[in-house]
């Protein structure tokens, strides 16, 4: 962090600078999704990363929600809105690529047959409502 991020009120702050200190690569992930669904092969590491990134952006969805709002958070919130629909559509892509191959998702909680990828992935669907995307 630098000293304009780190005292409000000083000249040179930004108000409108996220709350947070990370950002997602979501032009690599868009364009790892978008290369899986060309050649039609699963890409389960990045369909892993996303998920990671999605259950990050949730938890501080949820933070955000625990503080006062004002201008910075609102702004935070939008940013973290705007990447988490974009990280849900790289999800999307890369669980349809899956289930189009057969692969099986453990969204029960059951372990996929041997040598198929199981993943926990309904958690991203539960917390939509309260980030105001359904």
């Not at 009120?9 to 978008?34: T, V």
């Not at 990045?46 to 990134?53: D, I, M, R, S």
């Not at 609102?74 to 990280?87: K, T």
Request: net charge negative; with cysteine; charged share 25%.
């Amino acid at each position: 962090m630098n000293r304009i991020m780190i005292e409000p009120g000083k000249a040179g702050f930004a108000p409108h600078y996220p709350s947070f200190d990370w950002r997602p690569n979501l032009d690599r992930l868009e364009a790892e999704a978008a290369g899986a669904a060309q050649r039609r092969t699963p890409d389960q590491w990045t369909l892993g990363e996303a998920l990671c990134w999605m259950d990050l952006m949730d938890a501080e969805l949820a933070a955000l929600d625990a503080v006062p709002a004002d201008t910075r958070i609102e702004h935070s919130r939008a940013q973290l809105l705007e990447w988490r629909g974009r990280v849900e559509a790289v999800i999307d892509t890369l669980e349809g690529l899956e289930s189009r191959l057969g692969r099986s998702f453990a969204r029960t909680g059951k372990a996929a047959p041997p040598g198929q990828a199981t993943y926990a992935t309904s958690h991203h669907e539960k917390n939509l409502h309260s980030y105001g995307t359904t």
